[in-house]
């Protein structure tokens, strides 16, 4: 099971960008599934973007087209590239890591969204 730890949140105004990194400790990161997911407040929690073992990717609708998960297996780490920023991707986002029934949460960051 991995350790996972976010950072890169912060304060963006509408249109920029900001990139997550979710740093992974403990062994064969590469066969986790790694995935975003975002909580506003008073809102679920919600699938934002997974990327598989194998490199497959998936979005919900509302970022397509303007957020991209990747991974870098020899640094264990996931990322979050998010551009085009809008008020509504305001949100505590959180790193997750699966494979089969075992996975982890990060502890999340926070990123805010506003002018």
């Known amino acids: 099971q991995v350790q996972l730890v976010e950072s890169g949140g912060g304060l963006v105004q509408p249109g920029g960008s900001l990139r997550l990194s979710c740093a992974a400790s403990?062994?064969?990161?590469?066969?986790?599934?790694m995935g975003w997911y975002r909580q506003a407040p008073g809102k679920q929690r919600e699938l934002v973007a997974t990327?598989?073992?194998?490199?497959?990717?998936n979005y919900v609708d509302s970022v397509k087209g303007r957020f991209t998960i990747s991974r870098d297996n020899a640094k264990n780490t996931v990322y979050l590239q998010m551009n085009s920023l809008k008020p509504e991707d305001t949100a505590v986002y959180y790193c997750?890591?699966?494979?089969?029934?075992?996975?982890?949460w990060g502890q999340g960051t926070q990123v805010t969204v506003s002018s």
């Open positions: 997750n890591s699966r494979f089969g029934i075992i996975g982890s």
């Open positions: 403990g062994s064969s990161f590469e066969i986790y599934t």
């Open positions: 990327i598989s073992a194998s490199g497959s990717t």
